[in-house]
């Protein structure tokens, strides 16, 4: 199944100051979540962000809090976003059948929120390359088990380019000059 620009949201999960240093290849893993926030603002997908604990781990980061809007970001406990009213709510108000999601960590809030957004038969996307961890073991270990469990594992441009579904319009032109170097 492809990613459908009209059908999709992208769920940026628990990105947040305290946890960041933690996470293993940080850096990289920042500069592809703001790659993709940046296409979806670009191409008009919507973006929401959760905050696990922010009292204890902080907001989401500045660099990917800039380029979400303040009431597309929504504070939790639950692990999983689903099993929070609020974010709930807040997917459900999109009426995505497809989330892509990014964020921290794999094995734990991502992979969580993953599998109850299957379990309500959406198509569920989990962006490889930004998703991260503490330990790589980790991350590879999750990102198995939602392989087996019907996730489809995906990259940044795979969604970029399925987003985008034809080359030779303004918004490919536009998309290829800042993003596709």
């Known amino acids: ?10 769920l940026l999960v628990d990105v947040q100051e305290k946890l960041v240093p933690a996470i293993d290849d940080a850096a990289h893993l920042i500069d592809n979540c703001g790659w993709l926030t940046d296409v979806a ?22 660099v990917l809090r800039q380029r979400v809007p303040q009431e597309q970001i929504f504070a939790k406990m639950a692990f999983s976003c689903v099993s929070e009213t609020a974010c709930a709510d807040a997917i459900n108000s999109v009426k995505a059948e497809q989330i892509v999601i990014a964020g921290i960590e794999a094995h734990v809030c991502v992979l969580q929120t993953a599998m109850e957004l299957k379990q309500q038969a959406r198509e569920v996307f989990v962006v490889e390359d930004c998703v991260g961890s503490r330990s790589p073991s980790d991350k590879a270990a999750a990102l198995a088990r939602l392989r087996q469990n019907g996730v489809q594992i995906v990259t940044r441009e795979m969604v970029a380019f399925e987003w985008l579904r034809k080359a030779g319009d303004d918004r490919f032109r536009q998309i290829s000059r800042e993003f596709l170097r």
Do not use: C, F, K, W
Request: hydrophobic share 40%.
């Open 41 to 62: 603002n670009r191409l008009h997908i919507p973006v929401i962000a959760t905050e696990q604990y922010p009292q204890g781990l902080g907001g989401t980061i500045e």
């Open 1 to 10: 199944m492809l990613i459908h620009p009209d059908r999709s949201l992208l």
